[in-house]
């Protein structure tokens, strides 16, 4: 007979094994940096954090949506108990400091509960938002110090280090190895972005680089960066397939690939040339399950939300049919009528995918608080009555 723990994760792998297999995805984000979803504030009893994880489960449910992007490691650190990485900062204060209790564990049990499929949500290169805290003796930035990068104010893990992918490979092998998480979703920070502190193609792996070169390598910086994200991409993708055949591995890119993609969007910066990214040849070599670009804009603007989300779902870009779940904002309801995102609802469902169909909130913020009346948009956007038409 099975015990009470064991027949707990049985349960959810079950149902993570269900929402895998369905063919309409509707999730939203819960952001645990800087504390934008949960737990609400860093130091909270372990009861009153365990409470917050119920109440964003329940009211994902209520909202007709069937998956959460749980962010389990924002800084090279964990929201689960973990041999290779501290206690994030995020939930007590103190990086490394135990909570009390195990985050991850306790959405697992919640989602059972509500039919919800719990995703492991990992950043896989900023070790830091904020060099100047106290970090914990078993953090990246101590145990993979020559690979470790000042970027502004922040630190970041080189790409271009072996090492670097070794541990965030590992990392994703322990997660799926202890909890039963339906996938593993990467966010959009691969490269730093550009600012005003990091101006536009700058970041300091000119060592890393030369080394490289000096091995006989023969790819300009450009494309040796984007190479190595390449390698981590087609990496995890192998672990992921190997620890659990039927978990999800799937990346939420930035909404625009690259300048001239499609030709009637206005860019200002992109996936490839800024971020040194190039999510279409993951679906094109099968290295994702998924994709969930970004798709943070109005639509029929200078980034029109419909005409991103058909470029994306184009078979000219998505010979295979991978599925296209878009990201869609409602951060931006301050100025935008919740109208907006209904439309954007609609338009998921219009523009026919060649794989299945969804879409990923960002993020459970707003729909916490019900701004605007969102939650009701959002149910109604993924009520079975109008995704059963696909």
């Known amino acids: 007979m099975l015990s009470r723990s064991a027949a707990a994760v049985l349960a959810s792998w079950l149902l993570s094994l269900s929402n895998t297999q369905a063919t309409d995805f509707r999730a939203a984000w819960v952001a645990s940096v800087y504390n934008l979803n949960f737990p609400s504030r860093p130091g909270l009893p372990a009861d009153e954090q365990e409470r917050q994880i119920a109440g964003i489960v329940e009211t994902a449910k209520k909202a007709g949506l069937n998956a959460l992007m749980v962010q389990v490691r924002p800084e090279g650190d964990a929201l689960y108990r973990s041999e290779l990485e501290p206690w994030s900062r995020f939930l007590t204060g103190v990086q490394g400091e135990a ?11 919640e989602g059972s509960r509500h039919g919800v499929a719990i995703h492991a949500w990992i950043n896989p290169y900023r070790a830091a938002t904020n060099s100047s805290l106290p970090r914990a003796s078993t953090h990246e930035a101590y145990t993979l110090s020559s690979a470790v990068r000042h970027v502004g ?13 070794k541990h965030v490979t590992a990392v994703v092998k322990d997660l799926l190895d202890h909890y039963a998480v339906a996938g593993v979703i990467l966010d959009d920070y691969f490269y730093p972005y550009p600012s005003r502190g ?32 390449d390698l981590l991409i087609s990496e995890l993708h192998e672990t992921v397939k190997a620890t659990r055949p039927n ?39 099968g290295w994702v399950n998924y994709l969930s670009p970004q798709l943070y804009w109005r639509d029929a ?36 009528p919740s109208s907006e995102i ?14 299945d169909g969804g879409f990923i909130i960002w993020n459970m913020g707003p729909l916490m608080s019900n701004r605007k009346g969102i939650a009701g948009v959002i149910e109604k956007g993924a009520g079975n009555d109008l995704a059963g038409g696909r």
């Open 301 to 336: 603007g200078p980034q029109s939300y419909s005409t991103l989300l058909a470029w994306w779902r184009s078979s000219a870009v998505n010979p295979q049919g991978v599925p296209i779940y878009p990201s869609i904002t409602l951060d931006k309801l301050a100025s935008w």
């Open 153 to 165: 104010s922040s630190l970041w893990l080189d790409p271009g280090d072996p090492a670097v992918r």
């Open 99 to 109: 909570p009390g209790y195990d985050p991850l564990q306790v959405f697992l049990r």
């Open 198 to 229: 990091n101006p536009r193609g700058y970041f300091p792996d000119s060592n890393t680089y030369a080394r490289y070169r000096s091995e006989g390598g023969g790819l300009s910086l450009d494309d040796w960066r984007r190479h190595n994200v």
């Open 247 to 285: 978990a999800l591995f799937g990346v939420s890119p930035f909404g625009i690939y690259t300048r001239g993609e499609p030709a009637s969007v206005h860019a200002e910066l992109d996936q490839y040339r800024d971020l040194y990214a190039d999510p279409v040849k993951w679906i094109r070599e």
């Open 342 to 355: 209904e439309r954007q609802l609609t338009l998921e469902r219009t523009i026919k995918p060649r794989g």
